[in-house]
């Protein structure tokens, strides 16, 4: 998983290789260097940042799947209103 400076330092080395048959080539080996991870799908770095997802959960850690989570995919517990960044009935202001 990609923090947003890791993320932009990664994707960054595509624009310079443009035109070049293996334009993720730089790409994929930035990502192994930062991860240790050796991917071959360019596709699947762009998932792995960690502003797409939420918090961690507090019950088990794992993040949520989206920001706007209610529900925490891997535990099934609810999150706590309290904790997100958005008042649960700010829709009656
Ligand atoms: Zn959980």
Do not use: W
């Not at 535990?75 to 649960?88: F, I, Q």
């Amino acid at each position: 998983m990609l923090t947003e400076q890791e993320f932009e330092q990664v994707t960054s080395l595509r624009s310079k290789s443009v035109g070049a048959s293996d334009c993720f080539g730089p790409v994929l080996a930035e990502y192994e260097r930062i991860t240790g991870l050796k991917e071959t799908n360019p596709n699947a770095i762009y998932h792995h940042r960690l502003s797409l997802y939420g918090p961690p959960c507090q019950f088990c850690g794992k993040p949520l799947r989206t920001p706007q989570a209610k529900l925490c995919g891997s535990c099934m517990k609810p999150v706590c209103a309290k904790e997100r960044d958005v008042p649960a009935k700010s829709h009656e202001r």
